[in-house]
């Protein structure tokens, strides 16, 4: 499984490469075959593109002893416009097909852990499996539009086990399970990396703090495993577990946690928070306007701004619209930093600064009443903008000439 807004592609070139190389003639012949079929889950890296783990369907041909890898999780470098189709989110992944050896090769080099759960399938269920699988590769078939949350590795193998095993099929998820949003969901693996966490909450909108319903949590890897080991197949014989047997393939020690430092966004903005607050502090006393300062900062709110702008309306990625971020980091802060810059006395600057009032509360006001979750680390800034602004609104002509004259 992989995020769609970071991938480290040097790493994943590795394993792109070793994925693809299999020719058409690799594909298993589902026919007078017999083959044990698995669920590989793989355990989070320590790069955001793997911070979610990943899934891969695992097929053995008992007859001819071939041990090959489904992998829904790859795509092709050789796009064209690569880059641009990757953010915009026009661009296709892929099933492919590897060996097992190969498949596991990047896990072991990069010490994350493996596990298997082999099914308990009939000799028809698993050749059935094995030919959905083998229509899947076809290459009219294999491509398909990745969504981080509705339709990736693990997404495509929860469906692909409910079409083939339709009704005999039963999931058994728990009916006491907590209620989490999608938000929720994905918080639990980047709470270790509060910037990578920041930055998926600022390009992330309302749409993803709706609650997941038990099957939309199978995007996650670990969820999809844990629901494999609950199921259990009816309709066929006894009602039995889905999962006949557990494997663990890489068990490696655990690595210790990043260390809650200063590079840490809640600890670096409360402290600009608090550098803001000192000079608005002594601005006021000694009538400065420091509106350097805020040149900058709604410089980058502005930047930032178009970034969500770019997001929601210019991409496809469905989890990036109705960012109501988009209040507190405006576009329209690239002008007021410009006119601040320019014409400070202008009589456009004291409506910019109202509204950009106006819209930093309303911002509040939508986290407060839940209609989206904003990365708690965003407050400090909230009140550096309210603050500035204010100080500025009911300062600014009278400072400016002082400002100037010292």
């Given amino acids: 499984m992989e995020h769609p807004f970071h991938l480290s592609f040097a790493r994943l070139f590795l394993l792109v490469s070793l994925t693809l190389f299999v020719g058409l003639s690799s594909i298993p012949d589902s026919e007078a075959q017999r083959y044990t079929i698995s669920l590989l889950t793989c355990d989070p890296g320590e790069e955001l593109y793997s911070t979610f783990g990943h899934s891969a369907v695992r097929v053995r041909e008992l007859d001819s002893g071939r041990d090959l890898v489904?992998?829904?999780?790859?795509?092709?470098f050789n796009t064209p416009f690569f880059y641009i189709k990757f953010i915009r989110r026009t661009l296709d992944y892929q099933l492919s097909l590897t060996t097992t050896e190969n498949f596991l090769y990047e896990y072991n080099y990069f010490k994350r852990n493996v596990r298997e759960q082999e099914l308990a399938l009939s000799e028809q269920q698993a050749r059935d499996l094995v030919a959905f699988l083998q229509n899947n590769y076809r290459p009219e078939n294999r491509n398909y539009r990745y969504d981080f949350f509705f339709d990736n590795c693990s997404t495509r193998i929860r469906e692909m086990l409910?079409?083939?095993?339709?009704?005999?099929?039963?999931?058994?998820?728990?009916?006491d399970a907590p209620s989490k949003?999608?938000?929720?969901?994905?918080?639990?693996?980047?709470?270790?990396?509060?910037?990578?966490?920041?930055?998926?909450?600022?390009?992330?909108?309302?749409?993803?703090?709706?609650?997941?319903n038990e099957n939309e949590k199978l995007f996650l890897p670990d969820y999809l495993e844990a629901a494999f080991q609950r199921a259990t197949i009816i309709g066929?014989?006894?009602?039995?577990?889905?999962?006949?047997?557990?494997?663990?393939?890489?068990?490696?020690?655990a690595t210790e946690g990043q260390n809650w430092n200063f590079?840490?966004?809640?600890?670096?903005?409360?402290?600009?928070?608090?550098?803001?607050?000192?000079?608005?502090?002594?601005?006021?006393?000694?009538?400065?306007?420091?509106y350097g300062l805020d040149i900058g900062i709604f410089t980058i709110l502005g930047l930032l701004g178009l970034l969500v702008v770019f997001l929601w309306f210019f991409t496809e990625h469905s989890q990036t619209k109705y960012n109501w971020n988009l209040l507190w980091a405006f576009p329209l802060h690239l002008i007021l930093a410009w006119y601040l810059f320019a014409k400070p006395v202008h009589p456009l600057v004291k409506k910019l600064l109202l509204a950009s009032m106006i819209l930093t509360d309303l911002a509040l006001v939508i986290w407060i009443l839940g209609f989206q979750s904003f990365h708690p680390s965003i407050l400090p800034l909230m009140l550096i903008i309210l603050l500035r602004t204010n100080f500025l609104y009911y300062n600014l002509k009278a400072f400016i000439g002082l400002d100037k004259r010292k």
């Fill in 263 to 290: 590079s840490n966004p809640y600890l670096v903005f409360w402290a600009l928070a608090i550098l803001v607050g000192l000079l608005t502090f002594f601005g006021f006393r000694n009538k400065r306007l420091y």
């Fill in 70 to 76: 489904f992998n829904y999780g790859t795509f092709d």
């Fill in 162 to 175: 409910e079409t083939v095993l339709g009704s005999s099929l039963k999931w058994n998820h728990p009916t």
């Fill in 236 to 253: 066929d014989g006894p009602e039995r577990a889905l999962v006949a047997e557990n494997h663990t393939i890489y068990d490696f020690p």
């Fill in 181 to 212: 949003s999608f938000r929720n969901l994905i918080d639990e693996y980047v709470y270790p990396l509060p910037w990578s966490d920041l930055g998926i909450d600022l390009a992330l909108g309302a749409v993803i703090d709706r609650t997941a």
